[in-house]
Nanobody, 117 residues
Framework: QVQLVESGGGLVQTGGSLRLSCAASGSIFSINEVGWYRQAPGKQRELVATISRYDRKNYADFVKGRFTISRDNAKNTVYLQMNSLKPEDAAVYYC???????????WGQGTQVTVSS
């Protein structure tokens, strides 16, 4: 089993920055990929960014050039650096982990990001 805990959310102004953290515990060796998702009120959950065990990274078009996903293996933590935040970025952000040859079966509780205008 894998447990994920998100942190780092908060309130920022438009154009501001925030760094989210996703701390993993449990069967870390089983994780092949970690993704950040977000869900705003009244909207579907959407994929924001992913990072694989081999450090391959992918981003949704709406965050390219603004967000950066990274990890610190020694801390079992994946980060999402969010810059140039917009009101439409406001959402609950979740991290999720996928095992080898699997889908995103493990999820954190989420952290709230609010962007004020």
């Amino acid at each position: 089993q894998v447990q994920l805990v998100e942190s780092g959310g908060g309130l920022v102004q438009t154009g501001g920055s925030l760094r989210l953290s996703c701390a993993a515990s449990g069967s870390i060796f089983s994780i092949n990929e970690v993704g950040w998702y977000r869900q705003a009120p009244g909207k579907q959950r959407e994929l924001v960014a992913t990072i694989s065990r081999y450090d391959r990274k992918n981003y949704a078009d709406f965050v390219k050039g603004r967000f950066t996903i990274s990890r610190d293996n020694a801390k079992n933590t994946v980060y999402l650096q969010m810059n140039s935040l917009k009101p439409e970025d406001a959402a609950v952000y979740y991290c999720a982990a996928a095992p080898r040859n699997g889908n995103y079966d493990y999820w954190g509780q989420g952290t709230q990001v609010t962007v004020s205008s």
